[in-house]
């Protein structure tokens, strides 16, 4: 097959998450391919969106409870860790303009078991969170509409985010733009609320607002080590979703510019929308009275006497989990539509609409979803059926972070000149990566530590012995190895190119 010639990432209209290679003008006219359509201010909001998961709104009722205040400390240290990950997946996607999704250069410098593991695990990992945000949208439902079946909201959701999908790449930016700014606002106005509340002398039944409920309620570490420890349980599911900035790439306008600007504002959100919501929320109620599976947010509006506010809190939960969905029907429907492009999923999800969206893999993913209605009907708790899925998505999530860090660090020993010529190097290096490895072994223990976390991490494995069996029979077929062939080659011609801009920038920076 001709490689095509390499365009800049600005004119790269003909591109998929996993795709590999830029059209030529004779492949655009046999099919539609992927579009550049994400603005700048798109990509901002979808890093943050993916930055505020469902996990901040329902699950910190649970952390707070278990961790007591130093629930800030847990936010802290797992937001600085997955900033580094975040910087290595930068690094590395601008490093090859050809690398689409994490996917790409997993394959590329580990071997194409990586990228195949990769790709599915992380299509798994957003099925099983869509499914858990259906369960969180059904919750919430129920609260805003007492005695609705829990069905009724479930499908809804699906169908509107399928129809929100099927449109253009353009109008999921603008979906999840919009979805964003609202979290925002809400998160915003929580913020500021609380912060009356206190410098006004509020009194409710539980005492007086004040930033003394930090620390006067048993310390900041109230329930010991332990108690610090299984903060990190759910907290760690919070974040998932940070690295769907990351998926963008092939539909990005500017990567070079638009990426680092979202990945460096990483540690602003953390800041923010996390420690700054909780210092707030345990400043106007002590953490002795958070509990798991009521949502913090919503309570201190009502606390406030602002009903009407908590209502209009209650719907904000509600989008934010819609959000959560929409990017997860995204990603992997983005994420299938690439496994197809290489033979490592059915040719069926290989084809594009008219609007250049992936349909087939899209109602792959919506059907999958409405799996969550069923487990809801499963059990009798929905909080018990939402910290399953959590954690399962949880351990699935800390897996490809793992292999994003992997990869970085055969970067380092295969292309070191790639890295010297990197203008957007990791900071900290090889020892930061191993320093967030240990973090992840770290994360991986404290899930053993209470029974239902234990369960999901003793049966998470069940999807890599299901992996590798399939990966067993496809490894050697020879429309796979094909594929893979002419992936090598076409990175192959990008890293050439880079390496020339690479060369022109150190020549002019010795001219001048």
């Avoid at 005492?207 to 048993?218: E, I, Q, R, Y």
């Avoid at 899925?389 to 380092?412: D, E, G, M, P």
């Avoid at 490894?475 to 690479?502: I, N």
Wanted: contains cysteine; positive net charge; glycine residues 8%.
């Amino acid at each position: 097959m001709k490689r095509a010639p390499h365009l800049p990432p600005q004119h790269s209209s003909s591109i998929n998450p996993r795709s590999k290679h830029v059209s030529s003008k004779t492949t655009t006219a046999e099919a539609p391919h992927l579009e550049r359509q994400l603005s700048n201010r798109h990509i901002q909001l979808i890093a943050i969106g993916g930055a505020i998961g469902t996990g901040l709104f329902m699950g910190s009722g649970k952390t707070i409870s278990a961790a007591g205040p130093s629930v800030i400390f847990v936010y802290m240290i797992i937001g600085f860790m997955l900033f580094f990950v975040m910087r290595a997946m930068g690094e590395l996607l601008l490093s090859n303009l050809h690398y689409k999704s994490f996917s790409d250069f997993a394959a590329d410098l580990l071997g194409p078991w990586a990228g195949f593991f990769t790709g599915w695990t992380y299509w798994f990992c957003w099925v099983i969170t869509g499914i858990a945000d259906v369960i969180a949208i059904a919750a919430y439902s129920e609260e805003l509409w007492p005695g609705v079946p829990l069905w009724i909201p479930g499908i809804a959701t699906v169908i509107i985010l399928l129809v929100l999908n099927l449109a253009t790449v353009r109008a999921f930016g603008e979906t999840e733009f919009w979805f964003a700014l609202i979290k925002i606002i809400a998160i915003a106005a929580l913020i500021i609320v609380g912060l009356f509340m206190i410098f006004s002398g509020f009194q409710s039944d539980a005492g007086p607002a004040t930033f003394t409920n930090l620390w006067s309620h048993g310390g900041f570490f109230p329930n010991e080590f332990m108690g610090f420890v299984a903060g990190f349980q759910i907290a760690v599911f919070a974040f998932v979703g940070i690295e769907l900035v990351g998926t963008t790439a092939a539909e990005a306008k500017d990567p070079e510019k638009n990426l680092p600007k979202a990945i460096n504002s990483i540690p602003i959100r953390v800041l923010l929308f996390y420690v700054g919501a909780l210092i707030i929320l345990m400043s106007v109620t002590p953490w002795t009275q958070f509990q798991a599976g009521q949502s913090p947010f919503i309570a201190m509006f009502s606390l406030a006497g602002l009903g009407a506010a908590a209502t209009v809190v209650n719907l904000v939960v509600l989008s934010s989990a819609m959000s959560s969905a929409n990017s997860g029907i995204y990603s992997t429907s983005r994420m299938v539509y690439g496994l197809a492009q290489e033979g490592d999923a059915p040719s069926v999800f290989n084809r594009l609409s008219r609007r250049k969206v992936p349909q087939n893999a899209l109602f792959l993913s919506c059907i999958l979803l409405l799996s969550g209605v069923i487990l809801m009907y499963a059990g009798s708790d929905i909080g018990k059926a939402f910290d399953m899925v959590t954690t399962v998505a949880a351990v699935c999530f800390v897996f490809v972070w793992s292999i994003i860090l992997a990869s970085y660090l055969k970067f380092r020993t295969r292309r070191p000149h790639l890295h010297e010529a990197s203008k957007f190097k990791m900071p900290g290096g090889i020892p930061m990566v191993w320093l967030v490895f240990a973090f992840f072994a770290f994360v991986l223990w404290a899930l053993t530590t209470q029974p239902d976390t234990l369960l999901a991490l003793l049966v998470t494995p069940l999807w890599f012995v299901m992996l590798g069996v399939a990966w067993f029979i496809i490894r050697k077929r020879p429309s796979h190895l094909t594929r893979y062939a002419e992936f090598q080659r076409d990175l192959a011609g990008e890293q050439v190119a880079a390496e020339e801009r690479a060369a022109g920038r150190e020549k002019a920076l010795r001219e001048s």
